[in-house]
Nanobody, 127 residues
Framework: QVQLVESGGGSVQSGGSLRLSCAAS????????MGWFRQAPGKEREGVVA???????SYADSVKDRFTMSQDNAKNTLTLQMNSLKPEDTAMYYC?????????????????????WGQGTQVTVAS
């Protein structure tokens, strides 16, 4: 089993920055892929950024050049630096981990293949 705990959400003005963290514990050696997903009220969950077993990341077009994800080598901590935030970034952000090796080009579209999810952290961007 793997436990994921997110932190760092909050409220900011448009153009501001936030840094999210995800602390993984338990059987982290079983993790192949990790990522961040988000869900806004009334909308479907969407992949934001994820990293595959080779360490390659995949970013959603909507956050490229604004968000940066990093992971420590032990896969114990996942960090998401979010800059130039926009009101449309407002959502609940979830950290997720997968026990299967998901191809990089599918990472953001295969949320159902992620086995472990954190409780989520709210990000609100005011215009």
């Amino acid at each position: 089993q793997v436990q994921l705990v997110e932190s760092g959400g909050g409220s900011v003005q448009s153009g501001g920055s936030l840094r999210l963290s995800c602390a993984a514990s338990g059987d982290t050696h079983s993790i192949y892929c990790m990522g961040w997903f988000r869900q806004a009220p009334g909308k479907e969950r969407e992949g934001v950024v994820a990293i595959d077993s080779d360490g390659s990341t995949s970013y959603a077009d909507s956050v490229k050049d604004r968000f940066t994800m990093s992971q420590d080598n032990a896969k114990n901590t996942l960090t998401l630096q979010m800059n130039s935030l926009k009101p449309e970034d407002t959502a609940m952000y979830y950290c997720a981990a997968a026990r299967v090796d998901i191809p990089n080009w599918l990472l953001l579209h295969r949320g159902a293949d992620f086995d472990y999810w954190g409780q989520g952290t709210q990000v609100t961007v005011a215009s």
